[in-house]
């Protein structure tokens, strides 16, 4: 991974902070709109990290194949990402 790890790790840890603190919030049978906002909390945060990743991968991964005149597979591979990511 060419992603900054240190930056994507510490997205990841927050991540999962916030989904044990969801986690105690439907224990404790909070506010559902309580509960809902904290998700969209953790759904940012993930985004955050994804971004990170992809955009190392473009920057590296990517450009490498297309500078050695091999981009199809990684092309392939984004494209297969952005069917997921728009469902």
Avoid: F, P, W
């Avoid at 790890?5 to 916030?18: D, F, I, N, Y």
Wanted: charged fraction near 35%; aromatic fraction near 2%.
């Amino acid at each position: 991974m060419r992603a900054d790890r240190e930056q994507v790790a510490r997205l990841l840890k927050t991540a999962r902070g916030q989904i044990d603190g969801i986690l105690r919030m439907v224990e404790e049978d909070r506010y559902c709109i309580d509960i809902s906002n904290q998700i969209m909390a953790a759904e940012s945060i993930l985004g955050r990290a994804n971004r990170e990743v992809l955009r190392a991968h473009l920057e590296g991964c990517v450009r490498e194949a297309v500078d050695s005149g091999s981009a199809d597979e990684k092309i392939g591979e984004i494209a297969a990402l952005l069917d997921k990511l728009v469902r």
